[in-house]
Nanobody
Framework: QVQLVESGGGLIQAGGSVKLVCTAS????????MGWYRQESGQQRPRLVA????????NYGDSAKGRFKISRDNTMNMVTLQMDSLEPEDTATYYC????????????????WGKGTLVTVSS
């Protein structure tokens, strides 16, 4: 069974840093984009934080530009989000996302979501 497993998060003071890590497990042949979305309290849908293609192209949401850095290890099906200069407004549940995940035994892709990890930034 293919799934996304997240780690990182927790309680961080404003101005601090945290690293989120997400690994896709299972018999995977390829993954297109891997990234992070976040959902703040009261929001209906998660919003893009950052995403990176298999070729290393990075795209950031407005909240992440200049402060967050996404990276990816294709050999390990892992994506990492380094978040610096955190602000209380960054408090949210962060979800790992993987697009067009193709398993070894299949010829179609699927989108996966992690269960989410809570990041709380205190002022």
């Amino acid at each position: 069974q293919v799934q996304l497993v997240e780690s990182g998060g927790g309680l961080i003071q404003a101005g601090g840093s945290v690293k989120l890590v997400c690994t896709a497990s299972g018999n995977i042949r390829s993954i297109s984009g891997m990234g992070w979305y976040r959902q703040e309290s009261g929001q209906q849908r998660p919003r893009l934080v950052a995403i990176i293609s298999s070729g290393g192209y990075e795209n950031y949401g407005d909240s992440a530009k200049g402060r967050f850095k996404i990276s990816r290890d294709n050999t390990m099906n892992m994506v990492t989000l380094q978040m610096d200069s955190l602000e209380p407004e960054d408090t949210a549940t962060y979800y790992c996302n993987a697009k067009n995940v193709v398993e070894v035994s299949k010829d179609y892709g699927m989108e996966l979501w992690g269960k989410g990890t809570l990041v709380t930034v205190s002022s």
